[in-house]
DNA sequence: CTGCATGTTAGGTT
DNA sequence: CAACCTAACATGCA
């Protein structure tokens, strides 16, 4: 599930081997990868040379020569491989782009097929279609916005995260490790959380989002970087994917559950929706193991 | 075998 | 209109 900081760091990756690179052949093995006929999306590219590339949310962009953008979304599974071309085509290899001076190879991967490719001609002024309906970066985005646009919906604060148009680029791990970082339960109102809480929520997530990047990002199922390593991102998870585990901070059992139709892990005793009558959370001591197993009501 | 969960978006309904 | 719900995709697993 690759989210802003895996983009972020394919897309750091592969720029310095594909900026300059002309492309040559593009070889279209699963049609319904790409946007549109796939002629016309082989067409469009061929002999067209990558300006430069960079992230918007989930998306990647690669400026061509001609001025139009090849977009890739990779949604739940997708890979981009830089590799030579003799090496094996891994399963689930969708689409092959040669370089007229590159001896290697881009490669789109993708097991479940959701991952979706496309060339887009920005308008006039510079707009990209596709791209029209996302929110504003997390990373550029001003404490008191994020507070003012929070404050402007009503709506459980967990799903908002994940709405691409409210912010672009944040997923089901950083939105629940933000929240459990914030202390804020993923079903409270957007509207009822006192700025306090959001300015909590906001460096949480900027917090994360940075971090994440400079990890190259979070390797849970498939995510590779562009030339094939893991991030390292996932040591260093709270709450994702560890539903039972104890809670680094209070020792009780991380819960998970169903927000917005979508799987929560949180901390049902740090991240409580009554905040009001808070105790004293059961800190471990500094540098003393973290408690183990349930012992918590 | 069946049924469900998975992450995200698009599209439809309330 | 905003919020909410579900289908779709392919695969793995209980």
Redesign the pocket.
């Known amino acids: ?1 690759p ?1 802003l900081p895996e983009v972020e760091t394919i897309v750091r990756g592969l720029k310095s081997k594909l900026t300059e690179q002309e492309f040559s052949h593009i070889e279209v093995r699963l049609a319904k990868s790409v946007w549109g006929p796939k002629n016309s999306f082989i067409a469009s590219l061929k002999r067209r040379k990558i300006l430069s590339m960079e992230r918007r ?2 998306y990647f962009i690669f400026r061509l020569s001609d001025g139009k953008v090849l977009l890739i ?1 990779l ?2 599974t997708g890979r981009l491989i830089f590799s030579p071309p003799d090496l094996p085509r891994e399963k ?1 290899t969708h689409v092959i782009f040669s370089f007229k001076d590159c001896p290697s190879q881009l490669r789109f991967v993708d ?4 991952g979706r490719l496309r060339v887009e001609k920005p308008s006039a002024d510079g707009r990209l279609e ?1 791209l029209a ?1 996302l929110g504003p970066e997390p990373l550029e985005i001003s404490p008191r916005d994020f507070i003012r646009r929070a404050k402007a ?4 604060i967990k ?1 908002l995260l ?1 709405d ?1 148009e409210f912010l672009a680029g944040v ?2 791990i950083y939105a629940d490790e933000a929240l459990y970082q914030a202390r804020i339960h993923p079903r409270r109102m957007s509207d009822a959380l006192s700025e306090k809480n959001l300015l909590r929520l906001y460096r949480s997530l900027t917090d994360l989002l940075r971090k994440a990047i400079r990890a190259g990002g979070t390797s849970v199922r498939t995510f590779v970087n562009g030339t094939g390593s893991a991030g390292r991102f996932q040591n260093f998870l709270q709450v994702y994917g560890r539903e039972g585990q104890a809670c680094k901070v209070c020792g009780g059992p991380i819960g998970r559950e ?1 927000v ?4 929560s892990f949180f901390c049902p005793h740090c991240q409580r929706v009554r905040m009001e009558r808070r105790r004293k959370p059961v800190r471990p001591g500094k540098g003393l193991p973290v408690a183990r197993g349930k012992m918590v009501a």
């Open positions: 599930m989210e949310g989930k979304h949604r739940m689930h097991q479940r097929q959701f596709s309906s919906r009503h709506r459980e799903p994940l691409q997923g089901n169903r917005g139709g979508r799987s």
